[in-house]
């Protein structure tokens, strides 16, 4: 991971591209890179562009959160928006700015005094345009000439890509919904350029990483970002470097997570969470969880976030100290769970250094043509596995339904040779069309029958753990070693610790605090028990388990009785009366 080096409000001049670099550069250089920008702007979709748009109700939270208020002289600030889409932050900021500025002023002086006061960049040309002529919309009911209006919309508004496009000076505000964009959806050249422009784009950040790196880039001393957007950065490997930079410099002031809340005007899988960021020295966090999305409420929960103290009595915010900790995921639930999950972390080891293996099962990147009915799938029988998949384990128990996965693979580790298996030949040349196809065929033509990830035949004999990616609770089935898994199911296998007993581990509430900690949260509720958050999980050693114990381990696992795991569980981590309580558990 790259150590962030400093960054500040003068280093957006970093970000320039001017007529010298681009010569200096040479074409072959900054071509791609504009043609690229250029697709985007012209042609991007909804899901290329990662434009989900705003409720009109939670862009006034937002904007009272970060201090964007009419009773500010807000005309002397200077604000920024990243990516204005449609105006849903822009349009009622623009609202504020003038009730701030008061209209009785005279409109000749409307561009000299309101000129700087805000900066909004957009990359599609066509939602520029609309946009543009909402804004000189709004302008003229607001009584200001046609002229006047066209002026402001034109010092305000621009059209490009933020992460390319110059910038002047420091912000006082920076607001908005950045755009959510996958790395896949992002042109070669142009991602490449962003990676050498941003050192936060690390490992499978999405857009969104570099879009808040450079908006933190120009904030004044005091000043605030106000985003809303995906949580995952928070938590999981690709926002490490971003979170050291939030831990280092910069105070994170508010969070609201924002899941199974409708704050957006479409559905989205993973909901995001809205934070504020300012520059200055760091305090303890204020926190609040899943608010009505109506004005009266949103409106007295901004009051709350930002007054001077919170009241004694319990109620919908809370404070939390040390929140950012380097590059470590954030802690956000509550302080007495945080208390817990830090005692275990610094008591006993993590799951894969007790002698455990966590995997993932099988991808073919062709399913229809690697996987079938185990009977009618005519290959030689070494060339088939028996496949277990997550209908299989839907009842808590393996109830195998005859699917068959090929293997391609030798035992050296090579693919076979087809000229020794022609049944095999025969079966996968019939779905060539298919399996040629794929991405990692076309990138190895002579291998053009592999599976994306090797199969081990020998996984398949062992006793393991299967786990389904998302859930709303822990869902961990033993498999007594017939089955390979698919790659929907992550594995648990180990050298040391007895399965049924580490089943009764996983299937408690210690599991789930661990996973729900450092795990994205999805729509419903549901968690990701994905290898990265299960790796997370402290378990003791199985030598330092007692005989008794581990024999009421393993009894409450075979009788998937999740409150007798949960007893032994507390008992296995010596959990206090209180650190019970914090789970959900009786203190017994």
Known sequence: MKMLGPINAAESTRHKVSPRTTQDRGTSAICPVRAATEVLATDGGIEARGAIFTRSEVVSFILDLAGYTEDQPLYKKRLLEPSFGGGDFLLPIIERLLRSWGMSTPDDLAVDELGDAIRAVELHHDTFHGTHAAVIALLKREGMTPDTATTLA????????????????????????????????????????????????????????????RSLS?????????????????????????????????????????VDTPAFHSDV??????????????????????????????????????AQTLPEEAGPVRELARVTNGTEPWLLESADQMALIRR???????????????????????????????????????????????????????????????????????????????????????????????????????????????????????????????????????????????HNLYYVTSDEWDLRALQAVLLSAVTRLFVATYSTKMRGGFLRFQAQYLRRIRIPRWSD?????????????????????????FKLYGLSYEERSALGGNGE
């Open 545 to 569: 388990v007692p005989e008794p114990l581990r024999r009421e381990l393993a009894e409450s696992a075979v009788k998937r009785d999740v409150q007798a795991c949960n007893q032994a569980v």
């Open 344 to 486: 275990l972390e610094g008591r006993f080891p993590l799951l894969e250094e007790v002698g455990c293996k966590v995997g993932i099962g099988v991808a073919t990147g062709a399913d229809k043509a690697f996987i079938g009915d185990f009977d009618a799938i005519d290959v030689e029988p070494d060339r088939k596995l028996p496949l277990v998949t997550t209908k299989d384990i839907m009842s808590g128990e393996v109830k195998w339904r005859g699917q068959a996965v090929i293997n391609p693979f030798a035992e050296s580790g090579g693919l076979v040779d087809l000229d020794d298996y022609p049944r095999l030949r025969r079966y996968l040349e019939a779905r060539r069309e298919v399996i040629a196809r794929r991405h990692c065929a076309q990138k190895a033509p002579a291998n053009w029958y592999r599976t994306i990830d090797r199969i081990t035949p020998a996984l398949a004999a062992r006793q393991k753990l299967l786990i389904p990616d998302i859930k709303g609770e822990s869902h961990i089935v033993f498999e007594g070693g017939e089955l390979y898994p698919h």
């Open 269 to 306: 899988i993973a909901y995001p969470a809205i934070t504020v960021i300012s520059r200055e020295a760091p305090r303890a966090t204020r926190i609040a969880h899943r608010p009505a999305i109506d004005r009266a409420t949103l409106t007295a929960l901004a009051g709350a976030l930002l």
């Open 218 to 258: 120009v904030l004044s001393d005091g000043g605030s970002l106000s985003f809303i957007c995906a949580d995952r950065w928070m938590k999981n490997r690709y926002g490490g470097p971003l979170r050291s930079l939030v831990a280092e410099r910069f105070h994170l002031k508010v969070y609201v997570d924002m």
């Open 154 to 213: 034109g010092r305000w508004l621009s059209q490009g890509d933020f992460l390319l496009a110059p910038l002047e000076g420091e912000f006082d505000f920076v607001v908005g919904n950045p755009p959510y964009v996958r790395q896949e959806l992002i042109p070669a050249p142009l991602l490449a350029e962003y990676r050498s422009r941003y050192q936060t784009m690390y490992d499978r950040a999405d857009i969104y990483i570099p879009f808040i790196e």
